[in-house]
């Protein structure tokens, strides 16, 4: 089971991550998601929808690369391909989303924060890195398209091609997340949050959601859609094969110090490989 489901109430639903062991992103977890939506979008009374992890150390480790080139790339209602058309999806959808970030969301794990409405973080666990670039590769499951809109353009650009691993204090005072908590502290924020939240009027909270995306905008499905064309690409490129071989003899996607601290290693073994 890679999602489990827990309903508070008809209004309050809480997701679990739970893909060990590193809920890596796979066909997997893209399948439950797709079923998720779907089962969201045709439930009347849900408000708010909590994402979390089962895995302290990793919220999603980021996209299975040894798998990526068979991930179904069919069209979803949105005619995007299944993980772009969920977060599409999600951010329309009239209810809250909120993330919850204990331990490591990278890549793909950092978009998938980055697609929901609200995010909170665990100021001592929390860890946050867009590691494309030094993998070879760019952003290609929306930090492009989102992540500019959270931090501004050159804190982006500072974070996609650094590569680097980000605290929650930083990522609180760049916009990346809405606050950072005190671990033992957050569970008990966000429940108070949702239940908060989910005992509002249903029309009031997806009106509000919508004039909010119409004021402000949200990622167009034309640059999700171009973007995901060129990380394929650059997927398939013998460069950054070469690049993701080196990093996966060295410990990638294996639990271990690679994935554990992979923001720091990524600029160490480059400069091995430079050298």
Sequence with gaps: MSIHIKKHSPAYW?????NPPLNLFDQGI??????????LE????????VFDSADPDYFMAHLDVVTAPQLSL??????????PDFTVRIERAPFITVGVLRGRARGVGSEFMQAMDIRFASRE???????????GLIPGGGGMERLP??????????IIVSSEDYDADTAALYGWVNRSIPDAE?????????KRVSVFSKRAIATAKEIVNKRTGTAK????????????????????????????AAGLQQKGDVEYNLGENLGRIAEQSAG
């Design 186 to 194: 957050l569970d008990a924020f966000v429940d108070r949050f949702a």
């Design 125 to 135: 666990r929390a860890v946050l890195c867009q590691i494309e670039v030094g993998t």
């Design 42 to 49: 045709n439930d009347k009374e849900v408000k708010v929808v």
């Design 221 to 248: 499905v034309e640059d999700l859609a171009s973007t995901q064309n060129v990380f394929f690409g650059m997927l398939a490129s013998p460069e950054t094969q070469q690049t993701l071989g080196s990093l996966l």
């Design 149 to 158: 809109r959270l931090v501004g353009r050159a804190r982006a650009l500072e």
């Design 14 to 18: 809480q997701v679990t991550l739970d």
């Design 30 to 39: 893209s399948d439950a998601l797709v079923s998720l939506i779907d089962e």
């Design 74 to 83: 069919d069209p979803g209602p949105t005619g995007l391909s299944p993980w």
